[in-house]
């Protein structure tokens, strides 16, 4: 088992600058690596203190991690489970995946939004490598958290980050991924407050995401979609209009 650095995301610090959108290919970790079959998340069931929902933004979490508008619904079929659970035992290395709200190990400051430990893999033996565990934790000291159950779609965000972005870019790296240069990404390596974007994953994520669990590559473009089917943006559409918000489109 190798240990290795932990992967951030980082807040915008100017959200107002004029911005360059940079086209290169998605990024695997390295060594490239991948989970045996897919791993259950243990979501921390303490919640955050400042997402005002039912729940500080668990189900939330839970929902938008294994949302087929995410990496299950990438291309690889279904890749990362998630419940809510406790996290007392959260150790790095134990081989139970977690995501903690807190920063136990105070490896997440300033403008860090959350940060995962990928450095946990072996070999197989055949040339491949396997990730045994990978942690995530969270910046409560810095940082305003919201989620969708608070402000659906942006209403009453004010400077405020939503978690369910956030942490489907942190699974992204739990599985396999680095981050990418293509901006509006999910694997982009900032975000600004108020954006929840990366919630949703977009083609060079799941290029990504397929080249890793699928051994293709890039992905075919598939069939377009019939009216009334569930999309992600307006090419997925045989009319060309993917219509609605978050994760309720549809194609017109």
């Known amino acids: 088992m190798t240990i290795s650095k932990n992967h951030r995301l980082l807040t915008l610090?100017?959200?107002?600058?004029?911005?360059?959108?940079?086209?290169?290919?998605?990024?695997?970790?390295?060594?490239?690596?991948?989970?045996?079959?897919?791993?259950?998340?243990?979501?921390?069931?303490?919640?955050?203190?400042?997402?005002?929902?039912?729940?500080?933004?668990?189900?939330?979490?839970?929902?938008?991690?294994?949302?087929?508008?995410?990496?299950n619904g990438a291309g690889s079929g279904t890749v990362i489970n998630a419940q809510a659970g406790s996290v007392a035992n959260f150790v790095l290395g134990d081989g139970?995946?977690?995501?903690?709200?807190?920063?136990?190990?105070?490896?997440?400051?300033?403008?860090?939004?959350?940060?995962?430990?990928?450095?946990?893999?072996?070999?197989?033996?055949?040339?491949?490598?396997?990730?045994?565990?990978?942690?995530?934790?969270?910046?409560?000291?810095?940082?305003?958290?919201?989620?969708?159950?608070?402000?659906?779609?942006?209403?009453?965000?004010?400077?405020?980050?939503?978690?369910?972005?956030?942490?489907?870019?942190?699974?992204?790296h739990v599985l396999g991924l680095g981050h990418t240069d293509v901006s509006g990404a999910t694997m982009f390596p900032s975000v600004s407050s108020c954006n929840n974007d990366p919630a949703t994953t977009e083609k060079d994520d799941e290029d990504g995401l397929n080249a890793l669990y699928s051994g293709g590559g890039p992905t075919t473009p598939p069939t377009c979609l019939d009216p009334g089917a569930s999309c992600k943006r307006n090419q997925d559409c045989c009319s060309g209009s993917c219509t609605g918000r978050g994760n309720s489109k549809t194609c017109a």
Request: glycine share 10%.
């Open 96 to 172: 139970q995946p977690m995501l903690n709200f807190q920063d136990p190990i105070h490896a997440c400051g300033g403008n860090c939004l959350a940060a995962t430990f990928t450095g946990f893999f072996s070999d197989r033996g055949d040339g491949t490598v396997r990730i045994d565990d990978a942690d995530i934790v969270t910046n409560t000291r810095n940082i305003d958290w919201t989620s969708q159950s608070e402000d659906p779609n942006g209403a009453g965000c004010s400077g405020e980050f939503y978690i369910e972005g956030v942490m489907v870019h942190e699974v992204g």
């Open 13 to 71: 610090a100017l959200v107002g600058a004029v911005s360059v959108t940079l086209f290169f290919a998605f990024v695997l970790l390295d060594p490239p690596r991948t989970w045996d079959s897919a791993p259950t998340m243990i979501v921390d069931n303490r919640g955050l203190a400042t997402v005002i929902d039912s729940d500080g933004g668990v189900a939330a979490t839970v929902q938008a991690i294994t949302s087929n508008q995410a990496w």
